[in-house]
């Protein structure tokens, strides 16, 4: 898990996904949207991919990706993201974690 904290925290945006995982995409879609740029770890293509997945179900991340961090922390997974952008609160949070300006 220390590794998964550690590369979740070194970006401003940091979104672990999977390849093949439509989610994924519509979240990096989203998040870059705003004109972020995350920084993106795909699972599938990580020689220590699986074990990054077992970290994230530590964290209590039903499906695993998308994963994503904003500013240090760990925001949640799509239901997360998404809500967060209904409510008109993924912006603010965007521009605090300095990925993106006004």
Not at 28 to 46: E, H, S, V
Not at 81 to 88: E, R, T, Y
Request: glycine share 8%; charged share 20%.
């Amino acid at each position: 898990m220390d590794t998964l904290m550690k590369l979740g925290s070194e970006n401003p945006v940091v979104i672990f996904s999977k390849t093949n995982c439509c989610m994924s995409h519509a979240i990096d879609t989203l998040i870059r949207g705003f004109g972020a740029n995350p920084w993106t770890y795909k699972l599938d293509q990580l020689a220590n991919g699986d074990q990054m997945e077992a970290a994230l179900n530590e964290l209590g991340c039903k499906q695993t990706v998308p994963a994503v961090f904003v500013g240090k922390e760990f925001v949640g997974g799509s239901n997360e993201i998404m809500s967060l952008n209904v409510k008109g609160q993924l912006k603010p949070l965007l521009i605090k974690a300095n990925a993106i300006w006004i």
